[in-house]
């Protein structure tokens, strides 16, 4: 059993650490079916991130630091939409600048208002996203196999966990299966088609983007007042990156896209267990080589070994209205 018990750890840990990468997979999902390519999805995470911890702060209610991680990340998705669907600028160049944007004013800002070197004053239990303990948990708990993944993997975590796992399926819906689902796929591939129709294709681009950013709104609460009870400088580390990656690797649909997040979740959960373990005849491996797995797996599978993963056809290239 005791084999079986590291498994159910790794698998909880996997879905916990999945996340954050699940909800920001998804919002750069939806952006970038509408034709804007997303690379500001790092910087939206982690704004979120601070703003939820601030409002956390202020208010005492976890639901009001949600508010406002979604509301400041919404924020940046509409300067991204502002300069890169209006302007018709870069959208490589506009999502660039927000991580540079982010990175820097929520270290400047933490620094100013709580003077802990960029991060922010520890949250108390109230101001965060508990967990859940569904019912019967403790219960079946000494249940052979079902009773640990149950209460240990199934139950125990907060809201916004189950949310995540909600929402894949919810995208898949609105993607396939409403009008606007369609509009925003067609706009993604051929926009000239869509305007042909007498429908606006900034504006349903400008509401992918919105959506993109209620999404990264909640990847960054969770990993602000969630998964840690504050926000510290750069806490989104690359998983903006990586949650792109894994949207890639999932060539751009729902399903495939939470099982690419699992995957970098394991790698982190695994990277996590093997701190301080010792592999036979190796010994000892620094922690700083299993913590690399998942970057790592991130450059494999951007150099194309993935097989063939086209992204939307008007993906990254700015609409001019014909006359």
């Given at each position: 059993?005791?084999?079986?018990?590291?498994?159910?750890?790794?698998?909880?840990?996997?879905?916990?650490?999945?996340?954050?990468?699940?909800?920001?997979?998804?919002?750069?999902?939806?952006?970038?079916?509408?034709?804007?390519?997303?690379?500001?999805?790092?910087?939206?995470?982690?704004?979120?991130?601070?703003?939820?911890?601030?409002?956390?702060?202020?208010?005492?209610?976890?639901?009001?630091?949600?508010?406002?991680?979604?509301?400041?990340?919404?924020?940046?998705?509409?300067?991204?939409?502002?300069?890169?669907?209006?302007?018709?600028?870069?959208?490589?160049?506009?999502?660039?600048?927000?991580?540079?944007?982010?990175?820097?004013?929520?270290?400047?800002?933490?620094?100013?208002?709580?003077?802990?070197?960029?991060?922010?004053?520890?949250?108390?239990?109230?101001?965060?996203?508990?967990?859940?303990?569904?019912?019967?948990?403790?219960?079946?708990?000494?249940?052979?196999?079902?009773?640990?993944?149950?209460?240990?993997?199934?139950?125990?975590?907060?809201?916004?966990?189950?949310?995540?796992?909600?929402?894949?399926?919810?995208?898949?819906?609105?993607?396939?299966?409403?009008?606007?689902?369609?509009?925003?796929?067609?706009?993604?591939?051929?926009?000239?088609?869509?305007?042909?129709?007498?429908?606006?294709?900034?504006?349903?681009?400008?509401?992918?983007?919105?959506?993109?950013?209620?999404?990264?709104?909640?990847?960054?609460?969770?990993?602000?007042?969630?998964?840690?009870?504050?926000?510290?400088?750069?806490?989104?580390?690359?998983?903006?990156?990586?949650?792109?990656?894994?949207?890639?690797?999932?060539?751009?649909?729902?399903?495939?896209?939470?099982?690419?997040?699992?995957?970098?979740g394991f790698l982190d959960a695994f990277a996590?267990?093997?701190?301080?373990?010792?592999?036979?005849?190796?010994?000892?491996?620094?922690?700083?080589?299993?913590?690399?797995?998942?970057?790592?797996?991130?450059?494999?599978?951007?150099?194309?070994?993935?097989?063939?993963?086209?992204?939307?056809?008007?993906?990254?290239?700015?609409?001019?209205?014909?006359?």
């Amino acid at each position: 059993m005791e084999y079986f018990d590291v498994f159910v750890s790794i698998l909880g840990s996997t879905i916990r650490l999945s996340v954050p990468l699940i909800f920001t997979a998804l919002a750069g999902l939806f952006s970038e079916r509408a034709g804007i390519f997303d690379i500001g999805l790092e910087g939206k995470m982690l704004a979120a991130a601070f703003a939820a911890a601030c409002g956390a702060y202020i208010s005492g209610s976890p639901w009001i630091g949600l508010a406002f991680g979604i509301g400041v990340s919404i924020l940046f998705s509409l300067l991204h939409g502002f300069a890169s669907i209006t302007n018709r600028g870069n959208q490589i160049v506009s999502g660039v600048a927000l991580n540079f944007v982010a990175a820097g004013l929520t270290a400047v800002l933490g620094q100013a208002w709580f003077h802990q070197g960029g991060r922010t004053a520890n949250l108390g239990q109230g101001a965060r996203f508990t967990p859940i303990t569904l019912p019967f948990a403790d219960a079946v708990r000494d249940v052979p196999v079902i009773g640990p993944l149950y209460a240990n993997v199934l139950s125990g975590n907060n809201i916004l966990t189950y949310l995540a796992f909600v929402a894949v399926p919810l995208s898949w819906w609105v993607l396939y299966r409403t009008r606007f689902g369609l509009r925003l796929r067609a706009v993604g591939e051929n926009p000239g088609a869509v305007d042909t129709a007498g429908i606006s294709v900034s504006w349903l681009r400008y509401r992918a983007v919105i959506v993109a950013g209620l999404l990264c709104g909640f990847s960054g609460t969770y990993l602000a007042i969630a998964q840690s009870a504050a926000f510290i400088k750069d806490m989104s580390a690359g998983k903006g990156y990586i949650a792109l990656a894994a949207l890639i690797f999932a060539k751009w649909k729902p399903f495939p896209v939470l099982l690419a997040c699992l995957l970098f979740g394991f790698l982190d959960a695994f990277a996590n267990f093997m701190q301080g373990k010792t592999i036979p005849g190796i010994g000892e491996v620094p922690v700083q080589i299993f913590q690399a797995l998942p970057y790592i797996l991130t450059c494999i599978l951007l150099a194309g070994f993935i097989g063939v993963a086209n992204p939307p056809k008007a993906g990254g290239v700015p609409y001019v209205k014909e006359r």
